[in-house]
């Protein structure tokens, strides 16, 4: 089976920096991929790790590591428009018997003043 | 400008008729993917198809159908068999099924009456 595991609420404050954990249980792993969704909106693509280690992207870095099934996404100099739900969600191999693309639940994080 | 294109944004229907949702890409994908999404919920999938001609059952498929008639597009039709089909539902397509990320529609806001 799959399942992903993400907090179901974070707030943080603006210009601070946080992290938004996420764990996964899969048979098969074919990459782990981060979005940012606001309310009423589609999800946008922010990060994908398929190698242990950091990826870096401006103010966004996602981390993997794969023999823990965990990943975060850190958000620096956080700004207001960062107030979303961030979704993770790990990619299965093709023909494994496992959902192609399955998403968590989403982070909603509120930025404050 | 390439893209997904899911129409319209905005449905209402009454209780007990079929209603079909319209996804349409040119981004030339050969993957395309139907989620649900509910209040405070993650996205799950509904029905993928990795080519024409092709689709597999996601993990709620029960009271949905689609078809792959096209490279370009996969209509979702929400049956009347669907218990609870007020949701928004999320269009999207990737390259393959493999590793590639996945590109969203703006999503179809369905409302039963």
């Known amino acids: 089976g799959q399942n992903i595991d993400q907090p179901t609420e974070m707030t943080a404050t603006e210009g601070a920096i946080v992290q938004i954990n996420c764990t996964y249980q899969t048979s098969g792993f074919n990459g782990l991929f981060w979005y940012q969704q606001h309310a009423g909106e589609a999800p946008t693509f922010l990060s994908y790790n398929v190698l242990d280690g950091l990826e870096e992207k401006g103010r966004f870095s996602s981390f993997l590591s794969r023999s823990k099934g965990y990943s975060y996404l850190l958000l620096k100099e956080l700004q207001m428009k960062d107030s979303a739900s961030y979704l993770c969600a790990v990619r299965a191999p093709p023909n494994s018997g496992n959902t192609p693309l399955v998403f968590g639940k989403g982070t909603r994080l509120s930025v404050i003043a | 400008d390439g893209g997904i294109t899911q129409s319209p944004k905005y449905l209402f229907r009454k209780e007990g008729q079929n209603v079909t949702l319209s996804c349409e890409q040119n981004?030339?994908?050969?993957?395309m993917y139907w989620y649900r999404q509910d209040p405070g919920q993650g996205l799950r999938l509904i029905y993928y198809?990795?080519?024409?001609?092709?689709?597999q059952k996601g993990d709620i498929a029960e009271g949905y159908s689609v078809s792959r008639e096209k490279k370009e597009s996969f209509p979702l039709t929400v049956t009347s068999a669907q218990k609870n089909p007020t949701a928004f539902y999320l269009c999207?397509?990737?390259?393959?099924?493999?590793?590639?990320?996945?590109?969203f529609g703006q999503g179809t806001r369905l409302t039963v009456v």
């Open positions: 999207a397509s990737s390259i393959g099924s493999t590793v590639s990320r996945a590109f």
């Open positions: 198809s990795q080519i024409v001609n092709d689709f």
């Open positions: 981004l030339n994908h050969d993957a």
